[in-house]
């Protein structure tokens, strides 16, 4: 089992940033995969950002590019999604998800969100 608690959601203003935080625990070392997604109301479920846990290997959303970096500190079990001029649109519950397996798209474990609120 992987646990995962995410921290750093807020009220911030338009153009403002904001650090999210998820803190893995339990069988860390299988964690293959971590990633970020997030759910408006009213809307579904939409992929963010990822990053391996051994490597390199970064994707985004188009809407993040440029905007969000999402970044590892393997020392510290934590994944962390910096979140730079933010819209309005950003608004949303931010969820950290955990993939321990190399194969399928499907992420096993998921933390309890946190929520970011983007004023106008």
């Known amino acids: 089992q992987v646990q995962l608690v995410e921290s750093g959601g807020g009220l911030v203003q338009a153009g403002g940033s904001l650090r999210l935080s998820c803190a893995a625990s339990?069988?860390?070392?299988?964690?293959?995969?971590m990633a970020w997604f997030r759910q408006a109301p009213g809307k579904e479920r939409e992929f963010v950002a990822a990053i391996r846990w051994s490597s390199l290997y970064i994707r985004y959303q188009d809407s993040a590019k440029g905007r969000f970096t999402i970044s590892r500190d393997n020392a510290k079990n934590t994944v962390y999604l910096q979140m730079n001029s933010l819209k309005p649109e950003d608004a949303a519950i931010y969820y950290c998800?955990?993939?321990?397996?190399?194969?399928?798209?499907?992420?096993?474990?998921w933390g309890q969100g946190t929520q970011v609120t983007v004023s106008s």
């Open positions: 339990g069988r860390t070392f299988s964690i293959y995969d």
């Open positions: 998800a955990a993939k321990t397996t190399y194969w399928g798209t499907e992420y096993d474990y």
